[in-house]
């Protein structure tokens, strides 16, 4: 039974593979900074998250061949439930794992100006 489940989510992600060349490419600026550009100022924060399952969550959708498969992207990924997100792994490979931004919510103005933009406290604190 398992078996077959894998193998029919193998085949969808192999499907949404060969659809991901077909979305646009967006000319938008990400609204998301990406955790490399935390780094320099929450070191500890950037340690803690590297050595977490976070920072590699989206080896475990590799492994299973699920890459492509829409309905575990999201929780495996950075902005995967927003507009102008996450995509798919050919457009937005940069927004792979769950980075900081899936959590403290997008934060390019913030990481620009940290001292007058204040980020979210942690999305999940606020009962989602
Ligand atoms: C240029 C330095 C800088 C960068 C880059 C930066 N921050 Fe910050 N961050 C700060 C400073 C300074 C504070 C404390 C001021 C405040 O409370 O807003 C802060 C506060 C925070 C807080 C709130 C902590 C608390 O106790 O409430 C979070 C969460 C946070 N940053 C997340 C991020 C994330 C995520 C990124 C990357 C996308 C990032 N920061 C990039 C300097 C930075
Ligand atoms: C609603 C969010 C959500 C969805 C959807 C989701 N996952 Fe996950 N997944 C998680 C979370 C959270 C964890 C970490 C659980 C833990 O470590 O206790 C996880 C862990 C995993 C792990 C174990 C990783 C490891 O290294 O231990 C695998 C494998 C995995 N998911 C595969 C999938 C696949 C395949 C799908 C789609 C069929 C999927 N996930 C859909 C949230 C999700
Ligand atoms: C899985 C969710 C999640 C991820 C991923 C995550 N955080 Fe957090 N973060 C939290 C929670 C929850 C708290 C504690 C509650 C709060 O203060 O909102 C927190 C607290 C913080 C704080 C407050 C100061 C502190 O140390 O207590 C900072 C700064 C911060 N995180 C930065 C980051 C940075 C930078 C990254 C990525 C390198 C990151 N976080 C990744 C959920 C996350």
Redesign the pocket.
């Known amino acids: 039974m398992v078996e077959m489940v894998n193998k029919a989510h193998a085949a969808y992600s192999a499907f949404m593979e060969k659809e991901a060349d077909r979305v646009p490419v967006s000319t938008q600026p990400s609204i998301f900074a990406g955790?490399d550009a935390?780094?320099d100022?929450?070191e500890?924060?950037?340690?803690?998250?590297?050595n977490?399952g976070?920072?590699r969550a989206i080896k475990a959708l590799e492994r299973g061949a699920n890459l492509y498969n829409d309905k575990c992207l999201p929780c495996h990924v950075t902005g995967g439930w927003v507009r102008r997100g996450f995509v798919n792994m050919r457009r937005t490979p940069e927004l792979a794992n769950?980075?900081?931004?899936?959590?403290?919510d997008a934060s390019v103005a913030h990481s620009q100006n940290p001292q007058k933009i204040h980020?979210?406290?942690?999305?999940?604190?606020g009962g989602a």
Not at 44 to 50: E, G, L, T
Not at 98 to 104: K, N, T
Not at 119 to 125: F, H, T, V, W
């Open positions: 955790a935390c780094a100022c929450h500890q924060a950037y340690k803690i998250w590297k977490s976070h920072a769950v980075q900081c931004e899936a959590c403290h980020p979210e406290r942690a999305l999940c604190k």
